[in-house]
């Protein structure tokens, strides 16, 4: 089991940003899949972004030219960069990390075999 911790959320208001980040084990972070995905109370889960080992990023057209994915595979960090957030992406956001082929990934990213705990998001209008 690949154990991630998800921290950086917390309360913002419209119009703001946050920064979450997702700290993996070893290698992990460099060569599987990682993402995010969210949910909010009553609703499915939503993807939200994806980078492949290659670095090809994948994102949610609700996310898109607002969301920025990226990693530091020298510290096996995941982070997920918000801006312009509003009201209706208030979730739980949770990293995912999927042992997917070089340059692959399942979207959306709950599919990915691993889970973080989530971290959550609240955006006040």
């Known amino acids: 089991q690949v154990h991630l911790v998800e921290s950086g959320g917390g309360s913002v208001q419209a119009g703001g940003s946050l920064r979450l980040s997702c700290v993996a084990p070893g290698y992990i972070a460099a060569t599987y899949c990682m993402g995010w995905f969210r949910q909010a109370p009553g609703k499915e889960r939503e993807g939200v972004a994806a980078?492949?080992?290659?670095?090809?990023?994948t994102y949610g057209e609700s996310v898109k030219g607002r969301f920025t994915i990226s990693k530091d595979n020298a510290k096996n960090i995941v982070y997920l960069e918000m801006n312009s957030l509003k009201p209706e992406d208030t979730a739980m956001y949770y990293c995912?990390?999927?042992?997917?082929?070089?340059?692959?990934?399942?979207?959306?990213?709950?599919?990915?075999?691993?889970w973080g705990q989530g971290t959550q998001v609240t955006v006040s209008s």
């Open positions: 980078m492949a080992s290659n670095g090809r990023t």
């Open positions: 995912v990390a999927d042992p997917s082929p070089w340059g692959s990934c399942p979207w959306p990213p709950s599919r990915g075999k691993h």
